[in-house]
């Protein structure tokens, strides 16, 4: 690259947004005691389930912290899903967080959305192409990450899906609020 390329590249994406209630959704992060910790085979079955039930390529319960995405499970894609963590500025799952949104962000073709065409998960491997994340909203209406499905061609994604994405995503809190 020409000089000042590479840093218009890292720029063109565009960073998710942190919260305004980020102290707070930290604190609630890390009285779950969810991070960094092992699979569990109840959060492995309800992200198996809707990477079925949505014929997914990816399927991840995500969770976010000051500095990254942490994944407690994931399916799919072994180079994806490989990976447990990523930057939390370059991550899809951070915008539905720092949104502060109470429903899914879905982003039917990424390529044709300015927020996401330049992001390194979509200009390189995977490749991703689709992405409907489901805020993880805690008992106290903060968000603390997604259950989310991801693929590598363009989708559809109804209302309907978007109201079943967010059952699954409650299930999620459920058992996290049980387990932890």
């Given at each position: 690259p020409r000089r000042g390329e590479a840093t218009k590249l890292r720029m063109a994406f565009v960073p998710a947004p942190i919260p305004h209630d980020e102290e707070e959704r930290i604190a609630t992060l890390l009285e779950l005691e969810v991070m960094d910790t092992e699979t569990e085979e109840v959060f492995d079955a309800i992200a198996a389930v809707t990477k079925r039930i949505f014929d997914a390529k990816i399927t991840s319960i995500t969770f976010i912290d000051r500095s990254r995405q942490w994944s407690k499970s994931c399916f799919g894609l072994d180079n994806f899903c490989g990976t447990l963590e990523t930057p939390r500025d370059s991550g899809f799952c951070s915008h539905v967080v720092g949104s502060g949104r109470k429903d899914p962000l879905v982003i039917p073709d990424?390529?044709?959305?300015?927020?996401?065409?330049?992001?390194?998960?979509?200009?390189?491997?995977?490749?991703?192409?689709?992405?409907?994340?489901?805020?993880?909203?805690?008992?106290?209406?903060?968000?603390?990450?997604?259950?989310?499905?991801?693929?590598?061609q363009p989708r559809i994604f109804s209302k309907i899906d978007e109201r079943r994405l967010m059952r699954y995503a409650s299930s999620v809190v459920s058992v996290s609020d049980f387990c932890h």
């Open positions: 990424t390529l044709e959305d300015e927020n996401f065409k330049h992001n390194p998960f979509v200009t390189n491997e995977p490749h991703l192409r689709f992405y409907a994340g489901a805020p993880l909203i805690a008992s106290n209406g903060i968000s603390l990450g997604t259950l989310c499905i991801l693929d590598t």
